[in-house]
């Protein structure tokens, strides 16, 4: 059983919306793919990724039934900003990983960001009643720990010199929030 209930706090006009991705959306997914900059800070491999991997990816990653896979888009447009998705859930403990991306560079640091985490946790402590939900991130991608500790993550450890980066190597950090802390941080930011 959760511990407790969290809030429904769906915002009047939802600044971001978290909708499937589909074929049509795989041109600016492939494009985000194939950018190496963006691979860096996701700490993903880099490309050259053909149409067929990117169908292959949306294929299996949509169909996984231990991910919530979205795209990020703003409400009443079509076309994606980026990638958001709740991986590896284990439905017998009650946990998840957070990972995201703003694929295009000008939809950052407008407080898009925060708003998706905000959607995912929603998500992941709502309907999939999850109890705790972690991520990992690079020492040297300083948005994205902002980001994450301004929707209430907390620094829970580090993976040393984990990620092969382009000046040496990198930390990576690992992140976690639990639900009680969502819950917690959700009704101090209500008016
Ligand atoms: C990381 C990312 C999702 C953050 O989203 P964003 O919309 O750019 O961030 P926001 O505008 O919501 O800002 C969130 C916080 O980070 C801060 N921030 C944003 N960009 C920053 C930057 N370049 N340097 C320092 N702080 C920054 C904001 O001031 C804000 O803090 P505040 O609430 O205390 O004011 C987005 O930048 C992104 O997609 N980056 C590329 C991919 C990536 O790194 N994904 C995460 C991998 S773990």
Redesign the pocket.
Known sequence: MPESKPPALPPATPRVMLQPLTLAHLPRVKAWKNDPA?AH???ALTGPFSDADVADWLARNGSDPCQWLRGIFRPGQDEPL?VARLMFIDRVNAVAE??????A?Q???????????HALLAHGFGPLSLERIH????ED???????????GFRHEGRWRAHVRGPAGRLDMLLMGILRREFVATSLEARP
């Open positions: 963006l800070m996701i700490a980026g957070l990972g995201m991306y703003l694929g560079a939809a950052r640091g407008q407080g898009l960001g925060r708003a998706v985490v991520l990992r991130v690079l991608n300083v948005a994205a720990i902002r980001c994450y500790e301004a929707s």
